[in-house]
């Protein structure tokens, strides 16, 4: 039945904007039929560029450490579906799975569902037959009209704004912070994670509209590296911005340096939980941090896959998220840096392969997708920038490949796409 799922519904992350639904009509549809199964449990809303999922799965660490039965939705899957339903970090029930799509098969062939309104029905209704005391909730695409847009949060956050799938969501920043800025609820407060001229504006206009409190989550919290470079896991001082006050010390296991911004917005999200009755101490965010893969399964994101030759793979798809990386990597001492990319062919590949070091040696590949861009398409493309190296058909040809010419002391970075890094983690 979950064979029959794949087939029956386009799903975005395969065939792109075919499977794209610009309204909520369909997931009103389905919540109405279901009977409002998130109204049974509390739910905090995360969107974003960069970092929802990475939020998402922070916070839900800490409510775990915190004794909440959790749920967590987030999109989209590296290796099984399942992954983007767990309550406790366990993935949802495969049989749950198929009776669910058995018993209400003939109502997604009349309603035609896309996969992503079909896959949000699913874990909403998951959560409220497992009796879960909060879900956090990761936004698809955008905002306004994510078919996760339907709940009412405890809080609501959005960690920043970047240009990603514009043919969607507008090809400027306000535009696209417009649409995100949709989740922000009547009366509910919202954290923005990073505080940019372009956009800040349009958050606090929304918030005033919507009587929503609004909280900048770099106003509030900082964090600095203690232990630079190490690689099992980060340590960091929690610093007030305002004063340079060191309010306290946490450690994670979330690598990439880019977590230091995601988890400030964590940390905030978690004031105003507190401030609503959730029982969450300073030990229960420590422990928390610390433990997110462990207690999540959270995958993909600067995630260390071997040490001989340091073997790195994230899934940043943008040019933010790209540039970030890429800016980590030019802080680590290697001999030679490899990496193994490919992208999907709806992306305006210019402005993030201009970020590349001409330097480097690159194996292209595409995934096993139709939405893949052709690898020797993409050696042309790069080829232009000045970046040099080898296509091969298979992302598992381009690891080999790159495994083999890489010397101890060098490092392979695979990345530019999820659904590479999907294949070889």
């Not at 999922?53 to 399942?82: C, E, F, I, M, N």
């Not at 004031?271 to 997110?292: M, N, P, S, W, Y």
């Not at 462990?294 to 995958?299: C, D, I, L, Y």
Request: charged fraction near 25%.
């Amino acid at each position: 039945m979950i064979a029959w799922m794949f087939r029956q519904i386009p799903m975005y992350q395969r065939t792109g904007k075919a499977a794209y639904k610009a309204d909520l009509g369909t997931t009103l549809k389905l919540d109405q039929y279901f009977d409002h199964p998130h109204k049974q449990y509390k739910t905090i809303h995360v969107a974003g560029t960069n970092g929802k999922g990475s939020v998402s799965h922070a916070l839900t660490s800490v409510l775990q450490a915190a004794g909440y039965k959790t749920g967590l939705y987030t999109s989209p899957h590296l290796k099984d579906y399942r992954e983007r339903i767990r309550i406790n970090g366990e993935m949802i029930d495969k049989a749950y799975v198929i009776e669910f799509i058995e018993q209400n098969q003939s109502l997604f062939e009349e309603l035609q569902p896309s996969f992503f309104e079909m896959s949000v029905a699913l874990a909403f209704q998951y959560f409220a037959d497992k009796q879960v005391d909060v879900a956090v909730v990761e936004v698809g695409m955008g905002g306004r009209l994510d078919s996760t847009n339907i709940i009412q949060p405890e809080v609501s956050a959005i960690t920043n704004i970047g240009l990603d799938h514009t043919a969607f969501l507008g090809k400027e920043l306000p535009v696209i912070a417009k649409e995100k800025a949709g989740i922000i609820k009547n009366n509910t407060p919202v954290v923005i994670g990073e505080t940019h001229s372009k956009t800040h504006k349009v958050f606090e206009e929304r918030a005033k509209g919507m009587g929503a409190e609004i909280y900048f989550a770099d106003r509030f919290y900082k964090l600095e590296e203690k232990q630079p470079g190490a690689f099992m896991s980060k340590q960091y001082h929690v610093i007030n911005p305002v004063t340079n006050e060191i309010l306290f010390d946490l450690k994670t296991d979330l690598l990439g340096a880019y977590q230091a911004k995601n988890l400030g917005t964590c940390l905030k999200i978690l004031d105003l939980l507190r401030e609503k009755g959730f029982r969450i101490t300073r030990e229960h965010i420590q422990e928390g941090l610390a433990k997110v893969k462990q207690k999540t399964g959270f995958a993909g994101r600067w995630q260390v896959l071997g040490q001989t030759p340091l073997v790195l793979c994230d899934t940043a798809h943008n040019r933010e998220g790209i540039a970030t990386n890429i800016e980590q990597l030019n802080r680590m001492d290697y001999h030679q840096l490899h990496f193994v990319i490919g992208f999907v062919n709806d992306k305006n590949l210019d402005p993030i392969l201009s970020l590349f070091p001409r330097e480097a040696v690159y194996y292209f590949t595409k995934a096993d997708i139709p939405r893949a861009l052709d690898e020797h398409e993409l050696e042309r493309q790069a080829l232009r920038r000045g970046l040099h190296g080898k296509s091969y058909g298979t992302v598992k040809q381009a690891f080999q490949q790159a495994r083999t010419a890489a010397g101890q002391h060098d490092l392979i970075y695979v990345g530019g796409s999820t659904f590479v890094v999907s294949e070889i983690i």
